[in-house]
Structures are given as C-alpha cells and as structure tokens.
C-alpha cells in the first residue's frame, strides 16, 4: 500500500469508527464484540483499500460488517440471553433540566438496549438497518442475503414484539423514538 493510501485509510478509520462501532453495537447488543466486528470488518477493507478507497468505502465496510455478524450467528448459537422484566430505577434527579433530560435519554437508551435483546438475531438486524441505518427493505434484503418479503415479515414481527416487551417505549415523543 502506498503511502497515500496507508494516509487515507487511517483518516478514514478515524472518522468513521465511532459510527461504526455504534451500528455494531446494535447488531451485537454486547461493547465487546462489536469492537471485535468493527475492527474485522476494517481489517479487511485494508487488504483491498486500493480498490474501495475512491468509491465507496463507507458501504464495503458496513457490508462486510453486517455479513460478518451473519456468520457469527450461524457459527455461534449460543443460550439466549437472560433479562428482567424490571428496569433499573432511575437515580436521584438534579435540579437542573439538562440533567433530567440526559438522564431520561440514558433511561430510554438502556430500555430500547434491553428491548432489542429479547428480539431474535435477525429481527434485531433487520430492525437496526432498517430504522437505525436508515436503509430501504431492498438494501436490507441483500445486505442480509434474505427476501424483501422477509425483510417486511421480520420486520413487522419484531416491531410487534417490541410493543409486548417494551410498551413504556411507545409513549416516548417523536423525536425520542426511532422504532415506532
């Protein structure tokens, strides 16, 4: 890799990671392992910088990453994850508006976190590109290597589920709620 390359392939990784880890996060629903897919997914647009660099590398990284969690699911199926029905109590609330409404951002992001847990895999996969990513059920499909008509059933499954696990995230403002 050329000099050049090896530049812009490091601004690039400093820009994007925090997006990246952030989408990863999502699909993996655990810090550690969406570190382990973006640092995977980055590691292999390197060995082929030189043909993504001036395309689109945002879109090669972001594919890699949504088919290495794929296999990673199919590799490990591990026991499903054990939540409470209960969240934590919110703490002591300051004075200041500010803190309040952060603190009932954190509060509504530790719900949807744990809302996301109870989905199965590929519901919270087709929930995080659709709505956090923000990508058509056309680009979820072939990202996904699924139907679009699975992409819509999954879709409607998991966001009903939600409404069972999760009612309280409903009476969130609009411009709190990504998945309504």
Not at 102 to 131: F, K
Not at 137 to 157: M, P, Y
Request: hydrophobic share 40%.
């Amino acid at each position: 890799m050329s000099a050049s390359h090896a530049d812009e392939f490091e601004a690039y990784v400093r820009a994007r990671t925090p997006a990246l880890l952030r989408a990863a996060y999502l699909l993996t629903g655990d810090q550690h392992l969406a570190e382990d897919l973006v640092n995977d997914a980055l590691s292999r647009t390197h060995q082929v910088w030189h043909r993504v660099w001036d395309g689109s590398p945002e879109a090669y990284t972001r594919k890699i990453m949504y088919h290495l969690q794929i296999s990673w699911w199919r590799r490990r199926r591990r026991a499903p994850e054990r939540l409470t029905d209960l969240l934590p109590e919110p703490g002591v609330h300051s004075s200041s508006h500010v803190a309040v409404d952060e603190q009932a951002r954190a509060v509504t992001r530790l719900a949807l976190q744990e809302a996301l847990g109870r989905l199965g895999v590929r519901q919270r996969a087709v929930l995080v590109l659709r709505y956090f990513e923000d990508r058509t059920e056309a680009e979820v499909a072939d990202l996904l290597g699924i139907t679009v008509g699975t992409v819509k059933s999954q879709s409607a499954k998991a966001l009903a589920r939600l409404r069972t696990v999760a009612p309280h995230l409903l009476d969130l403002p609009t411009s709190d709620r990504k998945l309504r």
